[in-house]
């Protein structure tokens, strides 16, 4: 299966301030994720991200906020923007590898917003 | 929209014994059910799925039944050890998105 490097494992972050996280995945894959987990909670799809198209984002989750960038079939990035104390969570990538292997998911970004 | 129920929150089983965690899920069309592992401090870790057009699957101590008629799917662990430990999360996929259940905590005592 797939490995995913996500990038920075967790962060302290001022209110106000923008993140931005990265996800290399070490083979190419055609659909890739990026997920909020609350501590403790299930996960909350933010948005999906095809190479060479605007990702498409899930109700209360919008461009502005969370800016996602696709350049290539092996990397994304996901932008937390303007934080707030609300917005600390860990924030996950995952890609999907196809029938028989599932969805495979980085080891997440742990946020914390002061 | 798809909806995944799963039950219990917290299960805690002896050393040994067999763990089982239960989900269900509205829409008929979904076709393919992974069960994840998540420890402390990781992403969650596929640790075995089933697709709708077979019943059981087996690997290992690990095993998941899937009852298309009732829409239910279950996860089984047999002869549970600590490091069994973790927080368990059913899912099932419609248009290639995976919806969640809300997670398990298995805890296995000594």
């Known amino acids: 299966s797939a490995v995913i490097s996500q990038k920075p494992s967790r962060d302290i972050c001022q209110r106000g301030t923008s993140l931005t996280i990265q996800c290399q995945v070490d083979s190419q894959v055609t659909m890739m994720f990026w997920y909020r987990q609350q501590p403790g909670q299930s996960l909350t799809l933010i948005a999906t991200a095809n190479q060479g198209s605007e990702a498409t984002y899930e109700s209360g989750f919008v461009i502005d906020k969370f800016p996602i960038s696709r350049p290539n079939l092996t990397f994304s990035t996901l932008t937390v923007s303007n934080m707030s104390p609300e917005d600390s969570s860990i924030y996950l990538c995952?890609?999907?590898?196809?029938?028989?292997?599932?969805?495979?998911f980085g080891s997440g970004t742990r946020l914390t917003v002061v | 929209g798809e909806n995944v129920e799963q039950h219990p929150s917290t299960l805690s089983v002896q050393e040994g014994d067999s763990a089982v965690i239960k989900c269900t899920y509205s829409?008929?069309?979904?076709?393919?059910f992974p069960w994840y592992k998540q420890e402390l401090g990781k992403g969650p870790q596929l640790i075995i799925d089933?697709?709708?057009n077979v019943g059981e699957k087996k690997d290992q101590r690990i095993a998941v039944t899937l009852n298309k008629t009732a829409k239910h799917f279950s996860l089984h662990i047999t002869e549970t050890q600590p490091e069994d430990s973790a927080v368990y999360f059913c899912?099932?996929?419609?248009?290639?998105?995976?919806?969640w259940g809300a997670g398990t905590k298995l805890i296995i005592k000594p």
């Open positions: 089933i697709r709708s």
């Open positions: 899912a099932a996929t419609l248009n290639y998105q995976l919806i």
């Open positions: 995952s890609v999907d590898q196809g029938a028989g292997y599932g969805y495979t």
């Open positions: 829409d008929s069309a979904s076709n393919y």
